[in-house]
């Protein structure tokens, strides 16, 4: 029978540390290497927040992560999303990538709007991109309202003041 020396035992125990390391390192990161995916490219001229590992969702559910992010130094108004997807998941062509908030703290994510197209998307196809309106956008034109509501209410409270002077109240308490 041969005997296992204490520097195999050692360096097996390496060994296998660096692997479940790798593998710890790339699940925190939102990648899992166990699981097939499809790569989708999605241009966008502004991506609000958007980060590597931030989820792509289908009405809500996760069906892959976006894997990279490129810069276009060609042409500055253009980045580049890769988005790792579920290879189980069949796209069809027209389908659009927006960026939208998920929540009210600022995550930003990719939901995926799908076509009703017959024809499917091949891996490494692109896929059309689009942004939510940001939530300033959202409430500017609120923003206005209030602004004119308090311009209002501000006019309003002045003419009161004019008209209860001290001999308008004086007049208002013998009335009574």
Not at 29 to 45: A, I, P
Not at 118 to 145: F, Y
Request: hydrophobic share 45%; proline share 2%.
């Amino acid at each position: 029978m041969m005997k296992i020396t204490n520097e195999a035992k050692v360096g097996f125990i390496v060994v296998v540390v660096i692997a479940m390391f790798y593998w710890g390192f790339n699940f925190l990161k939102g990648r899992d290497l166990f699981q097939k995916t499809n790569e989708y490219h999605v241009w966008y001229s502004r991506i609000g927040g958007l980060r590597e590992s931030n989820i792509v969702t289908i009405n809500g559910y996760q069906v892959g992560v976006v894997k990279k992010l490129n810069f276009d130094i060609m042409n500055p108004s253009h980045l580049l999303a890769t988005l790792a997807i579920d290879s189980k998941v069949r796209l069809p062509k027209g389908t659009i990538a927006r960026i939208e908030n998920i929540d009210l703290l600022g995550t930003v994510g990719v939901e995926l709007i799908l076509s009703n197209s017959k024809e499917i998307l091949a891996d490494h196809d692109t896929l059309m991109g689009d942004n939510e309106l940001s939530l300033n956008e959202q409430v500017a034109p609120l923003k206005m309202k209030v602004e004119n509501m308090i311009e209002s209410f501000d006019s309003t409270m002045t003419t009161l003041r004019r008209l209860m002077d001290p001999q308008t109240t004086k007049s208002a308490k013998q009335s009574l």
